[in-house]
C-alpha cells in the first residue's frame, strides 16, 4: 500500500476539466465508452482518444475489450 502512495505522489498528472468529467462520470455509472463520453462533451473523436490514452498512460483508467466495444473503468489502485 505504501508503494502505491508512493507512485501517486510522485506521478500526479494535472487533470484538466475533461478529464474530471471522464472521471466524475465513470465514478457514477461505473464505466465509460467512447460514445458515452460523445453524449457529455462535444470534443471531437479524435481528442476523445487523446483523452482517453492519456487517463490510461497515467494509471487513472484502465481500458477494457476492443474496437467499438471498448470502455474504461477507474484503476482499483488509485483512489482519487
Same mark, same amino acid.
Given at each position: ?9 510522485? +506521478? ?40 482517453? +490514452? ?27
Amino acid at each position: 500500500m505504501e508503494r502505491v502512495k508512493e507512485r501517486l505522489v510522485a +506521478k500526479q498528472p494535472r487533470l484538466e476539466d475533461h478529464h474530471r468529467k471522464i472521471i466524475r462520470y465513470v465514478r457514477m455509472n461505473g464505466s465509460i465508452a467512447s460514445r458515452d463520453y460523445a453524449k457529455i462533451s462535444p470534443r471531437k473523436r479524435s481528442t476523445r482518444i487523446i483523452d482517453f +490514452k492519456f487517463l490510461t498512460e497515467n494509471e487513472i483508467l484502465v481500458r477494457r475489450g476492443n474496437g467499438k466495444g471498448s470502455f474504461y473503468i477507474l484503476n482499483e489502485e488509485i483512489v482519487l
